[in-house]
């Protein structure tokens, strides 16, 4: 039997967006005058440059310095990445009550990482806040009403499991796809777990394929693994054992419990598998295309082709 891990929890975490500074340098001398004489927004660029290292060394220090002066001038980007630093410890002692201070400062203003992110401590129960699932809910309402994906993808899960709000998978996979058409690796993953069981969408093999696909194309270990499970077993696509070895290999590389297991089950059910992924898929194809029956192992010039019986249960 098939053990699913569930990836709610993966996203539920304290996590941070960063905001985009310009494609080009910026002028940090320029900068740097009209931030001296209370210019916010110039303060504001100006921590980012030092943050990031855009046109001047890195220097978290000096960054929360004038993401300071901005903030307490109102600006709600530089309140956020003023909490994000005290959340980290990052160019100033680690705080989590001045976090929780000027992400709730960002968030009234209607800044929709910091609500994001006090969605997650609620979440979580962190910074000496609660575990409060409903509290969570409404600040990830109000990120995901302006459409930050981190936010819809939490909301989404909150609405499919039934935490702090009715269980709705139909507004889960709603927020899903909104989440995923904007790049959210998590989203994706989930979403095509939606259409390959028939929750909140109408089940759809080929569209489980889609999303898995173009997560995986970005590496993303979840979609991975479940794609390799999509390929073993010929759901959606041609069935090709070798190509769900390679993407079960892939997504072991990244340490994910249920893709190692599934690696490794195929490593010690046949011998002799090259480590690297490209190549035992390469090797899988002329040896063992078919894979192998349950309960069974192979080992490559053996007369019989069979050795000692081993599991080949995948996980997902």
């Known amino acids: 039997m098939r053990s699913r891990v569930l990836l709610c929890l993966f996203v539920l975490i304290f996590f941070t967006i960063r905001r985009a500074s310009a494609e080009h340098l910026p002028d940090v001398a320029h900068l740097l005058k009209n931030a001296s004489k209370g210019d916010v927004n110039a303060q504001f660029m100006l921590g980012l440059a030092y943050e990031f290292g855009r046109g001047v060394a890195k220097d978290s220090?000096?960054?929360?310095?004038?993401?300071?002066?901005?903030?307490?001038a109102g600006d709600p980007g530089a309140q956020t990445h003023l909490g994000n630093l005290y959340a980290e410890g990052n160019g100033v002692a680690r705080d989590q009550a001045l976090a929780i201070k000027w992400y709730l400062r960002a968030a009234t203003r209607g800044d929709s990482t910091?609500?994001?992110?006090l969605g997650c401590m609620y979440f979580n129960g962190q910074a000496g806040l609660p575990q409060d699932y409903n509290e969570?809910?409404?600040?990830?309402?109000?990120?995901?009403?302006?459409?930050?994906?981190?936010?819809?993808?939490?909301?989404?899960?909150?609405?499919?499991?039934?935490w702090g709000l009715a269980r709705d998978p139909d507004k889960a996979a709603s927020l899903y796809l909104d989440a995923a058409r904007q790049g959210n690796l998590y989203s994706q993953a989930r979403l095509a777990w939606m259409y390959e069981h028939g929750v909140g969408v109408p089940q759809d093999l080929a569209e489980s394929v889609r999303w898995d696909r173009i997560a995986a194309q970005h590496g993303y270990p979840r979609a991975l693994n479940n794609l390799g499970y999509l390929y073993e077993h010929g759901l959606g696509v041609t069935k090709d054992f070798p190509q769900a070895a390679k993407l079960y290999c892939e997504a072991a590389s990244s340490h994910l419990p249920e893709a190692e297991h599934n690696w490794q089950s195929i490593q010690s059910n046949i011998r002799d598998v090259p480590k690297e992924c490209a190549q035992a898929a390469q090797w899988l194809a002329r040896f063992a295309p078919q894979g192998i029956a349950d309960g069974e192992s192979i080992e490559v010039g053996s007369k019989t082709g069979l050795t000692v019986p081993g599991s080949t249960l995948r996980r997902r």
């Open 61 to 72: 220090t000096e960054a929360a310095h004038w993401y300071e002066k901005a903030a307490n």
């Open 114 to 117: 910091a609500q994001t992110n």
């Open 136 to 162: 969570a809910a409404r600040w990830f309402s109000k990120a995901a009403d302006q459409h930050n994906p981190i936010a819809e993808a939490n909301l989404a899960t909150l609405y499919l499991e039934g």
